[in-house]
């Protein structure tokens, strides 16, 4: 974008004006032009090539011995000990059908957790740039890179650069813009502005002088329609950060142009943060305004032009800091105050009437137990039997500030075979009790398994979720329970970066593997099970989702089957494994969890269930301590 022709004097000022620059970079930063500066190839798996004439690091499918073909290669970076928070910007290139991701592993953790992915091929050099929290713990960041087994698939990383500070921020003076980018109009786009581009006359013409060096403008002088709109969209945050964002503008007050500043989420939704109060600005003017960014945002910056005498605006200089820079922002909030599983009462919330009431049943041929561990407590309607007319029972949530996306997640059960038109909804209601929305209501007739609900609502105003059940007379009456409610910021289907310990089999086996050498797999399966007598009528993560299932009642004295989890990481602390098993039904067998230690002959057992354990799915958890690479194993063995 540097619209210079390129002369001697303008190489030195490139040179002089990155110095400064390079400086700033931080261990684990590397151009791959004298070496890997520390960085190795996981003897695990493939290995990264370096290319001297390209310098450059890559995978390549056609340079692969085909016997010996490895899908994935990870790169490791030395042990980093970087305390405040950093970017690290990548320039790399995906050809074919390849991918890229970037974990990070902390020492002391277990499992590796994933920042940032691409498998989107290209024909240039690409940026990205990925948030590296403040942490206390030292860390190593894995790139790893998969490639399919076909001609042309490749995966190259041109340069590494960590620097201090969040990726958002930005002085424009160097090359890539710190992964800013214009998204494209064929007549007004941003543009790099400042004393080595040919552009540069626009602003010191008119009497400004740059803030320092580069800056992005955007000029009206193309506009050829009513509303042309320029866009300089921020890198997306891959880490929840809040705080104050600060950056100067430069506008021309005599001419027609709206200029604002939004946000923009991962489904491309926007929301306002900002726009200038007054039409007058004289010279740069410094702007501060509170973002929180507790999922994935750009921030966008959108001037829109009438014409083409809409002046110009230009921007530089755009820094965060993790306080709000305004006493009336509202703090941070955490709101998981309004998630209640019921085990230990109503949690926050009350019941305006009795007809809902907090149970526990054991489960038999009729009744399943709760949702979170099989034999704890629930929400319960209890329609009395004086057929009295209407009776109706409201849950009030806590009040939640106002001005935030949340999602509302909960679990229903249905019983019985009665009408259920009003046996459950969802409202919010506003402060003095009035219902401002209906959120959702009961429509679903599937019964016997507890169903997840995830709902999406914003309201200015402080609000509360209230749950309703409503019955007009006994007969219409069914019997519906709730359980697990809990509440995130943000939009339900904004996908939260992946917690990589937890699998709940909806997009796979997250790495889980069928034991080759047993005599029978599991199978991740969906729905009801074949034998529907004795299997789960549906998951536990929602209800409809997916689960891996074996059918013991088919297999014969000491056949077995093993699934194992992927290779983890020895851990100097105890370690907790979870996970919701169902076993109904008569030779269900043996179901076992083992440990697999690299360099140990035998199996260790972990824990160990036989026989039928109840008609719902019950909670297991397996408390251990392992400081070597290990496995986990789940097995299942008929009975005899
Ligand atoms: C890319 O790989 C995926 C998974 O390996 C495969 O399903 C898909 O068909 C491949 N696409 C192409 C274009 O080869
Ligand atoms: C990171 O920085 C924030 C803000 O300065 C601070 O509140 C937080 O405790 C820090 N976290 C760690 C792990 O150091
Ligand atoms: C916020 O700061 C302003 C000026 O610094 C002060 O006048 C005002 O009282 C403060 N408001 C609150 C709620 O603290
Ligand atoms: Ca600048
Ligand atoms: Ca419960
Ligand atoms: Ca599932």
Known sequence: MLGCVCSVWCVSALLLLLQPLLAQLLPGSCNFELGTCGYTSDPHYGSWSINEEGQMISLDSDLQDPQEFQERAVLLSPVLEQREWSCVRLVYQLTGNSSLLLHLRQKRHNFDRILWKAHTASDSWLI????????????????????????????????????????????FEEHHLCGYSNSWNPNVNWYVGGSLASESNLLESQGHHPR????????????KQLQEVAYLMSPMTTAPM????SFFYLRNQARNNL????????????????????YVSMGWTHVSVDIKAPHPLEVVYEVAFNSARGGYVAIDDISFSPEFCHNDTEPNFDPSVANCDFEDGLCMYWLEFGVWSRTSVKANMYRIGDHTTGTGYFLQSHAPFTSRATHMDRLHGPLLPGNTKYCLSFFYLLHGFRKLDHALSVYIYDENNVA????????????????????????????????VSLCQTFWECGSVALDDISVSVGDCQVTSVSVAARCDFEQGLCGYVQEKVDSADWLRVRGVTPTSYTGPRGDHSTGVGYFVYIEASLMRPGHRARLLSPQLRGSSSPQCLVFHFHMYGTGTGILRVLLRRRDHPRDTGLWRRTGEQGVGWIRAAVDYHCDQAHQAGLNNMAEY
Request: charged letters at 20%.
């Open 436 to 467: 401002l929305e209906k959120l959702w209501s009961l429509s679903d007739r599937s019964r016997a398994v507890w169903h997840k609900i995830d709902l999406t609502y914003m309201k200015p105003m402080r609000s509360k979720v209230v749950f």
């Open 212 to 223: 320092s060096g580069h800056y992005m403008y955007v000029d009206s002088v193309y506009a």
């Open 242 to 245: 809040s705080g104050c964002l």
């Open 128 to 171: 990205a740039s990925v948030d590296l929290p403040n942490t206390t713990q030292p860390y190593q960041i894995l790139l790893e890179g998969r490639l399919d087994k076909a001609p042309l698939n490749s995966v190259a990383i041109f340069e590494i650069h960590i620097v201090p500070g969040y990726c958002i921020e930005c002085n």
């Open 259 to 278: 200029f604002s500043v939004l946000t923009r989420d991962q489904l491309g939704h926007y929301e306002e943060l900002w726009r200038p109060e007054a």
